[in-house]
């Protein structure tokens, strides 16, 4: 029954009400898909369905042959999806069809077995709302997204025991972090500059020559164009028993005139700068954008864990402020700096407490001048042959027990060379001096300085470096 009220307009009984929702469902608007998107990651391939809004579904499997049925709540199919390079996937065809009533049902015709996994990812700021469908490899999901930590006798993570004759003649390895991926395009630059394409190549290039260099070998954290989520970045890293973990990033600010370079470390309390915490932010949302299936990553350590993990990440922070300084230096000498020191914020990937961790900002993309350097392939190539000076001088003074470096170290093998450094704002002669570990008193007796006092844009000579004797394995 529906009453009429002169002053407040429609009163509904409670059959009123239900007619009305009755009315109402009737209109609810389609969630159409818009498009449809795929990308092969090494262990498994994700298929994204970019929705008008909203839409509930259903996912299962069928066999003889393989096949995966998805049915879509009130959808509509209003994309093409004969253009899918469906090429190395195990998708051999997509199909789609009206269900009876309403909604859509799709069908994955597969090549093979595989574990599917579905879930719908709210809008953002790239992105409306979002159905994710991952296609593990042979059934295996933890291959490709982190999964909750199962209970161990052991707080601290374990990382990968090598072999007698590996500890002691193994390479130095170094991780390399190409920065988003797949339908996460980091930054977008001026120009329509992508930074996970920019990055992709930097770190292409910088494995190339640390693989070049006698006892160090280079190992891509995403070796193509695909998503990865922040923490599995750091469980790659630990697989190849890394002993350093590069992040490489060309990010973007709210102000298109910041510019310059920057290395960062991790930090627990507090960001060292505004410009800190906004990078981080905006890093730190990468999973957001693209999606880790609802795995939960909430730390369930006690407090015994926690305090074991604080003192372990003590020592691996020390490190990454060690070789960031280096890399910093080195990385100067070929680009502006934003910050004449590392600074830190609370990345997530680098909250690996056993692996020391920086993260390289090799400019601002959202600056039109770094922009039009970035995407140029002479720049990537110096950009990278400056992280890698940098992390290979780290190296060869700091070389990890039971390297083939730490081995010639001891044994006289490593020659001196000199190098050179020009002063940039913010530095001074102890500072040059720690970085590249050496003396203040062979500094000053290098460059015949009777004070501290130096000038900005002045060029040091820097004494005993260490370079490897040998050029081949």
Same mark, same amino acid.
């Given at each position: 029954?529906?009453?009429?009220?002169? =002053?407040?307009?429609?009163? !509904?009984?409670?059959?009123?009400?239900?007619?009305?929702?009755?009315?109402?469902?009737? !209109?609810?608007?389609?969630?159409?898909?818009?498009?449809?998107?795929?990308w092969r990651a090494p262990d498994n391939t994700r298929l994204v369905f970019d929705l008008s809004g909203p839409a509930e579904h259903t996912l299962f499997t069928l066999s003889n042959p393989e096949r995966i049925v998805i049915d879509i709540s009130n959808a509509r199919l209003m994309a093409d999806t004969s253009a899918l390079a469906l090429e190395n996937t195990p998708l051999r065809g997509l199909r789609a069809a009206p269900r009876d009533g309403d909604g859509l049902r799709v069908v994955l015709d597969l090549s093979e077995q595989v574990n599917p996994k579905s879930f719908v990812?709210?809008?953002?700021?790239?992105?409306?709302?979002?159905?994710?469908?991952?296609? !593990?490899?042979?059934? $295996?999901?933890?291959?490709?997204? @982190?999964?909750?930590?199962?209970?161990?006798?052991? @707080?601290?993570?374990?990382t990968p025991t090598r072999s007698a004759a590996e500890a002691g003649n193994r390479d130095i390895v170094i991780a390399i972090d190409a920065g988003h991926g797949g339908?996460?395009?980091?930054?977008?630059?001026?120009?329509?500059?992508? *930074?996970?394409?920019?990055?992709?190549?930097?770190? $292409?290039?910088?494995?190339?020559?640390?693989?070049? *260099?006698?006892?160090?070998?280079?190992?891509?954290?995403r070796t193509g164009d695909y998503f990865i989520p922040l923490r599995r970045r750091t469980e790659i890293a630990r697989q %190849?028993?890394?002993?350093?973990?590069?992040?490489?990033?060309?990010?973007?600010? #709210?102000?298109?005139?910041?510019?310059?370079?920057?290395? !960062?470390?991790?930090?627990?309390?507090?960001?060292?700068?505004?410009?800190a915490r906004l990078l981080a932010d905006r890093e730190n949302r990468s999973d957001l954008i693209g999606g880790v299936g609802g795995v939960s990553l909430d730390n369930k350590d006690q407090v015994l864990a926690s305090v074991l993990l604080d003192l372990s990440m003590t020592a691996t922070l020390s490190a990454s402020l060690d070789v960031g300084q280096q890399v910093l230096s080195s990385v100067g000498q070929v680009n502006r700096l934003h910050k004449p020191r590392v600074e830190q914020a609370g990345f997530m990937v680098l909250k690996s407490p056993d692996?020391?961790?920086?993260?390289? &900002? #090799?400019?601002?993309?959202?600056?039109?001048? &770094?922009?039009?350097?970035?995407?140029? =392939?002479?720049?990537?190539?110096?950009?990278?042959?400056?992280?890698?000076?940098?992390?290979?001088?780290?190296? %060869? =003074?700091?070389?990890?027990?039971? #390297? $083939?470096?730490?081995?010639?170290?001891?044994?006289?093998?490593?020659?001196?060379?000199?190098?050179?450094? #020009?002063? $940039?704002?913010?530095?001074s002669l102890s500072m040059i001096a720690n970085i590249y570990q050496v003396s203040l008193a062979s500094l000053r007796a290098a460059n015949d300085l009777s004070t501290d006092q130096i000038r900005v844009g002045q060029v040091l000579n820097v004494p005993a470096s260490s370079m490897l004797v040998q050029n081949e394995r």
């Open positions: 029954m529906v009453r009429m009220n002169a =002053r407040k307009g429609f009163l !509904f009984g409670a059959g009123g009400v239900l007619l009305l929702l009755g009315l109402l469902s009737g !209109f609810v608007q389609a969630a159409d898909i818009k498009s449809v998107r795929l990812l709210p809008p953002n700021q790239q992105y409306g709302d979002r159905l994710v469908v991952d296609l !593990f490899d042979n059934g $295996r999901p933890s291959a490709s997204l @982190p999964q909750p930590a199962a209970p161990s006798a052991s @707080p601290l993570p374990q339908e996460d395009p980091g930054a977008i630059g001026h120009g329509g500059a992508r *930074e996970k394409e920019v990055v992709l190549a930097i770190a $292409r290039d910088l494995k190339r020559l640390i693989d070049a *260099e006698p006892g160090f070998r280079g190992e891509l954290v %190849h028993n890394a002993d350093l973990f590069v992040s490489i990033h060309a990010d973007a600010f #709210t102000r298109a005139g910041a510019n310059g370079a920057s290395v !960062f470390a991790l930090s627990d309390r507090g960001a060292t700068s505004e410009t692996i020391p961790s920086i993260l390289v &900002e #090799t400019g601002f993309i959202s600056n039109p001048g &770094e922009a039009r350097k970035l995407v140029t =392939r002479s720049h990537q190539q110096a950009m990278a042959r400056a992280i890698y000076t940098g992390v290979r001088g780290y190296f %060869h =003074r700091n070389p990890p027990p039971g #390297t $083939r470096i730490a081995a010639l170290k001891a044994g006289g093998q490593l020659a001196q060379g000199p190098r050179q450094h #020009t002063v $940039r704002r913010g530095d």
